[in-house]
Nanobody, 124 residues
Framework: QVQLVESGGGLVQAGGSLGLSCAASGRTFSSIAMGWFRQAPGKERELVAA????????YYADSVKGRFTISRDNAKNTLSLQMNSLKPEDTAVYYC?????????????????WGQGTQVTVSS
């Protein structure tokens, strides 16, 4: 079981940028796909971005495509999400998640481990 700890959330004005980081423990990090989910008040948790274990393939939700960038450093067991041109609708709790194998899936049930979540608030 991989343990995940997020950092980097906060308050930013619309149009600004934030970077999120996720530190993973365990020796399986390089063999599993990773993702960032988010959950806004009253809404279901959704996959925002994901990356395969090798880092070669990525996925972005349509709502963030072109603004967010997911990356990973397998040598350092870290996952990152760079968020640019933030909008008020990006406001949510963001969760780092580990999938069950080298490829990701777009459903919450596909994740096997979760971080504690970090709040991102974008003011208009």
């Amino acid at each position: 079981q991989v343990q995940l700890v997020e950092s980097g959330g906060g308050l930013v004005q619309a149009g600004g940028s934030l970077g999120l980081s996720c530190a993973a423990s365990g020796r399986t990090f390089s063999s599993i796909a990773m993702g960032w989910f988010r959950q806004a008040p009253g809404k279901e948790r959704e996959l925002v971005a994901a990356i395969t274990s090798s880092g070669i393939s990525t996925y972005y939700a349509d709502s963030v495509k072109g603004r967010f960038t997911i990356s990973r450093d397998n040598a350092k067991n870290t996952l990152s999400l760079q968020m640019n041109s933030l909008k008020p609708e990006d406001t949510a709790v963001y969760y780092c998640a580990a999938f069950r194998g080298p490829n990701y899936a777009k459903v919450v049930s596909a994740a096997r481990s979760w971080g504690q979540g970090t709040q991102v608030t974008v003011s208009s």
